[in-house]
């Protein structure tokens, strides 16, 4: 049984940082992907980042050279966030599939967790 925990929301003001952290359990084997998402109230949930069990990081257009996935392994997953806007302000999910291959789509991805709200003031 896979299982997520997210921790390290909040709130911040336009231009601070946030960490978010990620535990998983269940699954500890390659191949593994690691996901960050997030969801506004009546949007669909969009891919922020990836990181697969090579260490490959994937992110969408919106947060690179802002935003940083890691990993401690296949067990533990970070969100570095910098620069924040109030366009980041969202629920932020963490995923995980058992593939090489971990696309920002979030069609795929059997395992989520529960989420934590990230919200940012101008």
């Known amino acids: 049984q896979v299982q997520l925990v997210e921790s390290g929301g909040g709130s911040v003001q336009s231009g601070g940082s946030l960490t978010l952290s990620c535990a998983s359990s269940?699954?500890?084997?390659?191949?593994?992907?690691m996901g960050w998402f997030r969801q506004l109230p009546g949007k669909e949930r969009e891919g922020v980042a990836s990181?697969?069990?090579?260490?490959?990081t994937r992110y969408t257009d919106s947060v690179k050279g802002r935003f940083t996935i890691s990993q401690d392994n296949a067990q533990k997953v970070y969100l570095q966030m910098n620069s924040l806007t109030p366009e980041d302000t969202a629920i932020y999910f963490c995923?995980?599939?058992?593939?090489?291959?971990?696309?920002?789509?979030?069609?795929?991805?059997?395992?989520w967790g529960q989420g934590t709200q990230v919200t940012v003031s101008s």
């Open positions: 995923a995980t599939r058992k593939t090489w291959s971990c696309p920002l789509e979030r069609y795929g991805w059997p395992y």
């Open positions: 269940g699954y500890t084997y390659r191949p593994y992907c």
């Open positions: 990181i697969d069990s090579d260490g490959i």
